[in-house]
């Protein structure tokens, strides 16, 4: 009665209200820009099972705006170093955290487990995937974006409401939408744009009108102008989505598993704990790497070792400038072998500045 007695004493919320969030559950997808604050709001406010998915470690350009996490968060998983947090803000929940990538193989599995999905990713194939899987199993999806100093939000497969596909039908061509690495975003502006995800979130739980459910709503943080575009239902979206069901990861594996690799920089490899390296390059290359965990497989052969790759350890993939590292981890993630980085740059930039990390 303490904790949430502000929730309680609104007539529209009320212990009936209150007991609604408590037995809810909620899945987070990414732990980033948008995910803290939704994650925030959503264990204060008392939502029961809370859900968080993120493969991605903490680095220091994410602190500007990755506001769950410190100084003393870097190089910590985000979904770990999310969970440890949120326990703190919130003991009386269940807060599980998954550590792992989202994939074809995971997506159906997990989000039967929860009623509602929260879509802080920042990529567009995880967001098709995203939304296709909430589709298949019917689950509504609270969407966000941003970029630079815009914001958007919706909420897509709602009580029979469009989905994101009806936006977007296909995804753009790799590298030709810019992302927040390098194009910057106003460090406040996920705050807002995460917030509001969280308040769809909560609307929902509670069955309030006026969902965001058919309209996208979009801000601006510099003028402080808000739009609401309306989005209207597309049933042969639905339909192709719904008909790819029995065959889910067959059909999505080459489109979403070769999605843009991971990268990690030199920096953060070195707070990495539990990591096997690997290198790409072909065995006449200069110079050799004289590390025990260091395992050499040329890139021709990389496919046909893959046996000698460690499961359960995190993998760093380099080669002499990171282009082929890059290749690499998109080939091990079609072979499902998940936790895999390239070395930005590779072992020349490393070298130029003198981070020996290997």
Known sequence: ??????????????????????????LVIGAGGLGCPALQYLAAAGIGQLGIIDFDVVEESNLHRQILFGTSSLGVNKALAAKERL???NPTIAINAYPFKLTVENALELFSGYDVILDGSDNFATRYLVNDAAVIIDKPVVYGAIYKFEGQVSVFNYQNGPSYRCLFPDPPK??????????????????????????????????????????LLCYNSRSAEVTSLKIAKSPSE????????????????????????SEIS?????????????DVRE????????????????????????????????????????????????????????????????????????????
Do not use: W
């Open 174 to 215: 790799d590298g030709s939408v810019a992302n927040c690495a390098e194009v910057g975003v106003l460090g406040v502006l996920p705050g807002i744009i995460g917030s509001m995800q969280a308040n769809e979130v909560i609307k929902i739980i509670l069955g309030f009108d006026g969902v965001l459910s058919g309209r």
């Open 87 to 89: 326990e703190d803000l």
């Open 283 to 358: 065995l006449h290359e200069k110079p050799r790497l004289d590390r025990v965990d260091c395992l050499e497989i040329p890139m021709g052969e990389l496919e046909n070792r893959l046996d000698e790759i460690d499961s359960e350890k995190n993998k760093i993939i380099f080669c002499q400038t990171g282009v082929r590292s890059k290749t690499a981890v998109s080939l091990l993630q079609k072979h499902n072998i998940a936790n895999c980085m390239s070395l930005q740059g590779g072992v020349l930039e490393m070298m130029e500045q003198k981070k020996q990390i290997l």
């Open 1 to 26: 009665m303490s904790r949430y007695s502000r929730h309680i004493i609104l007539s529209e919320i009320g212990p009936e209200g209150q007991n609604k969030l408590l037995r809810a559950k909620v």
């Open 266 to 278: 030199s920096e953060m490899a070195t707070k990495m704990e539990n990591v096997q390296y690997i």
């Open 238 to 261: 639905y339909k192709k989505i719904r008909e790819r069901g029995d065959r889910f990861q067959e059909y999505y594996g080459e489109e979403f598993c070769a999605s843009v690799p």
